[in-house]
Nanobody
């Protein structure tokens, strides 16, 4: 059973920093892209950052230069370092992993973490 376990997040003052981590657990053969979406009430999920298995990265325009995503393929973990946080970054952040192939399957699927709240005070 593949699961994504998130940690980090919380409450921080504007200009501060937080780090989010995501660990894929279970019997996994390979993972494609990993990253985070975020969502505020009444809106859909928006991609914040993504990183491929080859370490290619992409970011939402508004976080470019402030957020850094990284991953460790051996440990099947990803980290989102968030600096210079702004009140508009306040949201629930959801980790995702795409193209997750279990050891007992040939097919990949997408998995989501449970979400963690990031609240930035002005």
């Amino acid at each position: 059973q593949v699961q994504l376990v998130e940690s980090g997040g919380g409450l921080v003052q504007s200009g501060g920093s937080l780090s989010l981590s995501c660990a894929a657990t279970g019997s996994i053969y390979a993972i494609g892209a990993m990253g985070w979406f975020r969502q505020i009430p009444g809106d859909g999920r928006h991609l914040v950052a993504t990183i491929t298995s080859g370490m290619g990265t992409r970011y939402m325009d508004s976080v470019q230069g402030r957020f850094t995503i990284s991953r460790n393929n051996n440990n099947k973990t990803a980290t989102l370092q968030m600096n210079s946080l702004r009140p508009e970054d306040t949201a629930v952040y959801y980790c995702y992993a795409d193209g997750v192939i279990p050891n007992d399957s040939l097919y990949g699927s997408t998995h989501w973490g449970e979400g963690t709240l990031v609240a930035v005070l002005s």
